[in-house]
């Protein structure tokens, strides 16, 4: 595997040294808007996901809520959210008890549907496993249940699910994580119990037929996994472009280790590759967290667990045990008696723009065997990242050490505004409201946002990778389908922190199906939306150039252009596109301030990109939506 070696020499001479500013987020959930809570069954369940519902723009917010009806809720653009109150066609979640949720768009129709990975229903009378639901996206802003038509109908206690394109046909397939088939405990010669035994639920994977109806091939394919799988990543952990599955197995030290299966693309097979790779961890696998945590290319794995956590560094595809050298064990809670915690979500992302990865744990008891005894108070962990393969725990600084009982994490910009906030999932228990973490860290650091729309590859470009290079550094990053960072999925918006880069050289864009993009120079501190095989750079954050609105958007026949006062310009070349970046409408027109664009009668419905050139060369491009 190539690697840098200058870069060795920059990790030697990195942000040690240097002092930073403090991180801060402040908890803000009810001021904007976001009160929910998880009515949990024993414990179980809880997660969250960040996605663009309404294709507005910005990403809204999914939670899943146990015994509770999930909750949806707009994003208004302003720093707020509002619930969703009217049926949009999710009410029937108040018949399940779900655990876990991710999105991906299965028919590749340009919105997101969701997958509600369930436990129980409850129909006239309690059944105890149940059928996940798949809810389409009617690009209206609401939903239609079509799991079983679609053939999600095999029955199990599902904690989670990844959206992913194994045989990157360009349609997204379905993992789904079981867990607990029948309890069983082992007994000692005095009838106290001293171990588990439990049989647990295979594994499903279901093909997406491309037709909105899904085939269950785990067992065909070597993935139906008897681990009491909680978490997994969809993830291409040796760089040979097809994603591998790797998977967080609860009860590890007493059923079935961790697994990583490398997918043997274009054979429609996995091998587990376990063993030889390392990653064959014997945890109570809760969560999952992915990034190049070390500037080397490559991508590093971060496994919650009961007690000790695990960081493995991938050395060449085989992975290393580095979690006490770098000081993010999180095993224990000394307020507690030294009792052990209990990590559910977590991630890798940079929460200072200072270029490093840094580290977050949700944490929240549960309780377990005598000798794995945990802790009632178990505050959640924030690790900053030193860039030296070492991180220093600011938890109490930062304002994130929620004691409570903490499942479900997912990071997003949530507000577009450069820095990356944080929502935590809170079981009821101990008077528990979930959270939500403003960044308000301040710093003089740049950032670089990258929203990958697939074409040929399926259309969220989940398993992609962007590597972006600057005169001094190499940063590389993955898009997620969800499912690992415990029942939760964070944004699909790649975000690179850059420090004090001022500029990018360029972006390399890989995509699942093998296809590259090259763009050249981008201008940092932007959200860029770049389309498969087509070079659009869009400035979606906020900080348009011309100053010229489009409204209304949504439209349905006409938009009117309004350019600000400082507009000094004289004409103006309008052009909106596709997705694909297929011109449906071009006109160039003489431009002082305002003006109204009539469309051309048919354009179908969806998300379009508006690009406008000025006479010197300036130019916007950003998303309006035909309603």
Same mark, same amino acid.
């Given at each position: 595997?190539?690697?840098?070696?200058?870069?060795?020499?920059?990790?030697?001479?990195?942000?040690?040294?240097?002092?930073?500013?403090?991180?801060?987020?402040?908890?803000?959930?009810?001021?904007? =808007?976001? !009160?929910?809570?998880?009515?949990?069954?024993?414990?179980?369940?809880?997660?969250?996901?960040?996605?663009?519902?309404?294709?507005?723009?910005?990403?809204?917010?999914?939670?899943?809520?146990?015994?509770?009806?999930?909750?949806?809720?707009?994003?208004?653009?302003?720093?707020?959210?509002?619930?969703?109150?009217?049926?949009?066609?999710?009410?029937?979640?108040?018949?399940?008890?779900?655990?876990?949720?991710?999105?991906?768009?299965?028919?590749?129709?340009?919105?997101?549907?969701?997958?509600?990975?369930?436990?129980?229903?409850?129909?006239?009378?309690?059944?105890?496993?149940?059928?996940?639901?798949?809810?389409?996206?009617?690009?209206?802003?609401?939903?239609?249940?079509? =799991?079983?038509?679609?053939?999600?109908?095999?029955?199990?206690?599902?904690?989670?699910?990844?959206?992913?394109?194994?045989?990157?046909?360009?349609?997204? !397939?379905?993992?789904?994580?079981?867990?607990?088939?029948?309890?069983?405990?082992?007994?000692?010669?005095?009838?106290?119990?001293?171990?588990?035994?439990?049989?647990?639920?295979?594994?499903?994977?279901?093909?997406?037929?491309?037709?909105?109806?899904?085939?269950?091939?785990?067992?065909?394919?070597?993935?139906?996994?008897?681990?009491?799988?909680?978490?997994?990543?969809?993830?291409?952990?040796?760089?040979?472009?097809?994603?591998?599955?790797?998977?967080?197995?609860?009860?590890?030290?007493?059923?079935?280790?961790?697994?990583?299966?490398?997918?043997?693309?274009?054979?429609?097979?996995?091998?587990?590759?376990?063993?030889?790779?390392?990653?064959?961890?014997?945890?109570?696998?809760?969560?999952?967290?992915?990034?190049?945590?070390?500037?080397?290319?490559?991508?590093?794995?971060?496994?919650?667990?009961?007690?000790?956590?695990?960081?493995?560094?991938?050395?060449?595809?085989?992975?290393?045990?580095?979690?006490?050298?770098?000081?993010?064990?999180?095993?224990?809670?000394?307020?507690?008696?030294?009792?052990?915690?209990?990590?559910?979500?977590?991630?890798?992302?940079?929460?200072?723009?200072?270029?490093?990865?840094?580290?977050?744990?949700?944490?929240?008891?549960?309780?377990?065997?005598?000798?794995?005894?945990?802790?009632?108070?178990?505050?959640?962990?924030?690790?900053?990242?030193?860039?030296?393969?070492?991180?220093?725990?600011?938890?109490?600084?930062?304002?994130?050490?929620?004691?409570?009982?903490?499942?479900?994490?997912?990071?997003? !910009?949530?507000?577009?505004?450069?820095?990356?906030?944080?929502?935590?999932?809170?079981?009821?228990?101990?008077?528990?409201?979930?959270?939500?973490?403003?960044?308000?860290?301040?710093?003089?650091?740049?950032?670089?946002?990258?929203?990958?729309?697939?074409?040929?590859?399926?259309?969220?470009?989940?398993?992609?990778?962007?590597?972006?290079?600057?005169?001094?550094?190499?940063?590389?990053?993955?898009?997620?389908?969800? =499912?690992?960072?415990?029942?939760?999925?964070?944004?699909?918006?790649?975000?690179?922190?850059?420090?004090?880069?001022?500029?990018?050289?360029?972006?390399?864009?890989?995509?699942?199906?093998?296809?590259?993009?090259?763009?050249?120079?981008?201008?940092?501190?932007?959200?860029?939306?770049?389309?498969?095989?087509?070079?659009?750079?869009?400035?979606?954050?906020?900080?348009?150039?011309?100053?010229?609105?489009?409204?209304?958007?949504?439209?349905?026949?006409?938009?009117?252009?309004?350019?600000?006062?400082?507009?000094?310009?004289?004409?103006?070349?309008?052009?909106?596109?596709?997705?694909?970046?297929?011109?449906?409408?071009?006109?160039?027109?003489?431009?002082?301030?305002?003006?109204?664009?009539?469309?051309?009668?048919?354009?179908?419905?969806?998300?379009?990109?508006?690009?406008?050139?000025?006479?010197? =060369?300036?130019?916007?491009?950003?998303?309006?939506?035909?309603?």
């Amino acid at each position: 595997m190539l690697k840098y070696i200058y870069l060795l020499i920059l990790s030697f001479l990195a942000s040690p040294f240097l002092t930073v500013a403090q991180v801060v987020f402040s908890e803000q959930a009810q001021s904007i =808007g976001f !009160d929910h809570d998880f009515k949990a069954r024993a414990l179980m369940g809880g997660g969250a996901a960040f996605f663009d519902y309404d294709n507005d723009g910005d990403e809204d917010m999914y939670v899943t809520s146990g015994l509770n009806k999930d909750e949806l809720y707009r994003n208004n653009g302003n720093g707020t959210f509002t619930k969703i109150q009217a049926d949009i066609g999710l009410n029937i979640t108040l018949n399940y008890n779900t655990m876990g949720v991710t999105t991906g768009d299965i028919d590749n129709d340009g919105d997101r549907d969701i997958f509600i990975a369930t436990w129980e229903r409850f129909e006239g009378s309690e059944q105890p496993d149940a059928r996940s639901l798949l809810f389409l996206n009617n690009g209206d802003g609401t939903f239609t249940e079509i =799991g079983e038509q679609a053939g999600i109908t095999h029955e199990a206690f599902a904690m989670g699910a990844v959206f992913l394109d194994y045989n990157k046909d360009g349609f997204l !397939d379905v993992y789904v994580l079981n867990h607990i088939q029948e309890v069983i405990f082992t007994y000692d010669e005095f009838g106290a119990v001293d171990g588990l035994a439990h049989e647990c639920y295979p594994n499903f994977l279901y093909l997406n037929n491309g037709d909105l109806t899904f085939t269950e091939v785990a067992a065909e394919l070597g993935v139906d996994d008897l681990g009491c799988t909680i978490a997994a990543i969809a993830s291409d952990y040796d760089l040979d472009n097809d994603l591998d599955l790797y998977l967080a197995n609860d009860f590890g030290p007493f059923i079935v280790p961790n697994g990583l299966f490398e997918n043997n693309y274009p054979e429609d097979s996995f091998s587990d590759v376990s063993e030889p790779t390392g990653t064959g961890i014997e945890v109570f696998g809760m969560g999952i967290a992915a990034g190049d945590y070390d500037h080397d290319q490559d991508l590093d794995y971060y496994i919650t667990n009961i007690g000790r956590n695990i960081l493995l560094e991938n050395q060449n595809d085989i992975f290393a045990d580095r979690t006490t050298e770098a000081g993010v064990e999180n095993a224990t809670v000394p307020e507690e008696d030294n009792l052990n915690t209990t990590g559910w979500g977590t991630a890798f992302f940079d929460v200072n723009n200072d270029t490093w990865e840094d580290l977050y744990v949700a944490n929240g008891r549960i309780p377990t065997l005598p000798a794995f005894a945990t802790a009632i108070n178990d505050p959640d962990k924030l690790y900053l990242n030193n860039g030296d393969k070492t991180f220093t725990d600011i938890s109490d600084e930062a304002g994130v050490s929620d004691p409570r009982y903490v499942h479900g994490m997912a990071y997003s !910009d949530y507000d577009e505004d450069g820095d990356l906030d944080i929502v935590t999932v809170v079981l009821d228990e101990l008077g528990g409201y979930s959270k939500f973490y403003v960044n308000e860290t301040e710093n003089d650091h740049h950032y670089l946002q990258l929203h990958l729309i697939g074409v040929e590859t399926n259309r969220d470009a989940f398993g992609s990778r962007a590597w972006v290079y600057t005169d001094s550094l190499v940063l590389v990053k993955e898009i997620y389908g969800g =499912g690992a960072s415990h029942a939760s999925q964070h944004t699909s918006v790649l975000h690179f922190g850059l420090g004090d880069n001022a500029t990018v050289d360029s972006v390399r864009i890989e995509w699942t199906n093998g296809h590259v993009d090259l763009i050249e120079n981008p201008e940092v501190d932007k959200r860029h939306t770049i389309v498969e095989g087509v070079e659009v750079t869009t400035t979606d954050a906020g900080k348009a150039e011309l100053g010229i609105v489009a409204a209304p958007n949504p439209f349905t026949d006409h938009l009117e252009l309004i350019a600000g006062r400082n507009w000094t310009g004289t004409t103006l070349s309008v052009r909106l596109m596709s997705l694909e970046g297929r011109a449906v409408f071009h006109q160039e027109l003489p431009f002082t301030g305002q003006t109204q664009l009539d469309l051309p009668d048919g354009l179908a419905k969806g998300m379009y990109l508006l690009e406008l050139i000025a006479a010197d =060369g300036t130019r916007d491009i950003f998303k309006v939506i035909k309603q």
